[in-house]
């Protein structure tokens, strides 16, 4: 039996949403993310369903067909006790590299000051500590990271820049994540990965999940560029750990 | 092959969509008009979802390479034929060396061009729909050639029908959305007494309106989010989230559009009156 018990939402005709409390917590997570697993396995089958994990949710959409929301939440609740007899999904630790040089870190100065820290114990921390990937979203590939330390919490810049580079590696609020392309963005940027989260190439474009994990590896600037031109090649290596194994 | 001799505003090639990727964070894309799509794909017999040209603002100038049909759907933008006005909604037969061009935006905003068999570009994660980061391009420009199926012969059940106009409604039907009970009384009142108008942003992935309804400080964590979602900002402004919309938001999402509310407000534009109604 688990702590917590989901309430379900109408979300239009096509879409229903259970929401779990309002936590960053990683045995919600788990348990949201075995249910999926569960209703994949036995239960939406039928074409046309997607599973939407996040957080403290996990988002139904049918696309070809509106969902009947009475009898549909009645289904859920009962299948809900019956998803501990699945296996639960397979989860990796990445290990990504991470170029804290200031030609890439370009509020790393600014953020260090701003947490009294110097930049050597700053990437430090932000290198010791393993992330959970609570959510992927606003951009292909964007990660929504759990598990950075109170002492690199700060914030948001004022002004959002236009233009943050693919790559880039930031700190906002509570969270630390990756720009998975160019775009607009307001993170205070450190560093810079090497390795594309996302990359249409490849057969499979995202090779993370939802409920993996992520630890950050310091590189030189020449490893950097060693690295840089492998990935532009496709020959990058990815550090994987099975968590199951 | 279709060349483009001018692209127009911005045109693009989308589908019925593309499902299944969400959850590494890939929006659905496809047809803002989903009705449109349905008309021109249903009056050449094609599938539903085969791919079409969105055509936004001013059309395009296109050249035909081989014999095909084609039908128009959408916004009424004054196509012509080798210069004679053709009509949206009937099957027009076209050869080597036609042009296809448009004129002046008469009513709605976006219209479609559907061919026999669709557009055969190549489809990425299932889906012809152009979309940054997915696809090589993300809109058409002057050169580029976009391929089709030669087709000879074909007789169409129904060469052309009479639909009710409906770029003239105003009413925009929505079901509540998850934190549609956050919603206090004065908002509400705000929400369905009023009318609102399209504020300058207003694209592929939202539409915001130019009014706001009150401030909030609900927090939630980042959720799932649709085409069709109606999130309310911190400042009490409503952004709805359009077919390239992000996947998942941190908004309150406190309504949802239904299919055909989507494809009435894919037709307006900044300035344009609507109204929301609960169903």
């Known amino acids: 039996m688990r702590k917590f018990s989901p309430v379900i939402r109408s979300f239009g005709m096509h879409a229903v949403l259970l929401e779990w409390p309002n936590e960053v917590d990683e045995d919600i997570l788990n348990d949201i993310l075995q249910f999926c697993q569960y209703l994949k396995q036995f239960c939406l089958k039928e074409e046309g369903w997607e599973m939407i994990p996040s957080y403290n949710s996990l988002t139904l959409v049918q696309k070809n067909r509106e969902i009947d929301f009475q009898a549909f939440s009645h289904d859920l609740l009962n299948w809900y006790p019956l998803k501990e007899e699945t296996a639960p999904a397979q989860k990796f630790l990445w290990r990504l590299p991470v170029c804290y040089d200031l030609d890439f870190g370009i509020d790393l100065i600014e953020v260090a000051e701003n947490l009294s820290l110097s930049i050597p114990k700053l990437v430090d921390l932000h290198t010791k500590n393993i992330y959970t990937v609570y959510g992927i979203g606003f951009l292909p590939g964007f990660m929504y990271l759990g598990g950075l330390p109170k002492s690199l919490e700060t914030p948001r810049k004022a002004t959002p820049r236009l233009k943050v580079l693919k790559g880039s590696v930031g700190l906002a609020g509570r969270q630390t994540g990756i720009y998975p392309q160019e775009s607009p963005g307001g993170w205070n940027i450190i560093g810079s990965c090497t390795v594309p989260i996302f990359d249409i190439k490849r057969e499979n474009p995202c090779f993370v999940n939802v409920g993996d994990k992520i630890q950050f590896y310091a590189i030189s600037r020449a490893e950097y560029d060693l690295h840089k031109i492998e990935s532009e090649v496709g020959i990058y290596k990815l550090e994987k750990i099975n968590l199951d194994a | ?279």
């Open chain 2, 1 to 279: 092959m279709l060349k483009v001799l001018k692209p127009g505003f911005y045109t693009t090639i989308q589908d019925a969509g593309r499902f299944g990727h969400r959850d590494i964070g890939v929006p659905v894309s496809g047809v803002m008009d989903n009705r449109a799509l349905a008309i021109a794909n249903g009056l050449l017999e094609n599938e539903e979802e085969a791919a079409v040209l969105e055509i936004t603002m001013t059309g395009p100038t296109l050249e035909f390479e081989h014999n095909t049909y084609i039908a128009l759907s959408g916004a009424i933008m004054n196509p012509t034929l080798n210069n004679t006005p053709i009509i949206n909604n009937k099957v027009y037969r076209v050869g080597a060396k036609d042009i296809l061009s448009y004129g002046r935006l008469d009513k709605g905003l976006r219209s479609y061009l559907a061919i026999k068999g669709g557009f055969q570009t190549k489809k990425v994660l299932g889906s012809r729909s152009y979309f940054q980061a997915i696809t090589a391009v993300t809109s058409v420009t002057d050169h580029t050639e976009i391929p089709y199926l030669p087709w000879p012969s074909f007789e169409p059940k129904i060469t052309e029908i009479h639909i009710d106009p409906y770029f003239d409604e105003t009413v925009l039907e929505v079901a509540k959305g998850p934190e549609y009970e956050m919603l206090l009384d004065r908002q509400l009142e705000k929400i369905f007494g009023n009318e609102f108008k399209v504020a300058k942003d207003y694209n592929r992935m939202a539409y915001q309106l130019m009014e706001t309804v009150a401030e909030h400080n609900t927090n939630m964590l980042t959720s799932a989010t649709l085409p069709g979602t109606i999130q309310l900002t911190p400042s009490g402004k409503l952004i709805i989230l359009m077919k390239d919309g992000q996947t998942t938001g941190g908004y309150p999402r406190i309504l949802q559009l239904t299919d055909y509310a989507i494809a009435l407000l894919s037709q307006k534009k900044m300035g344009d009156t609507i109204s929301l109604k609960l169903i």
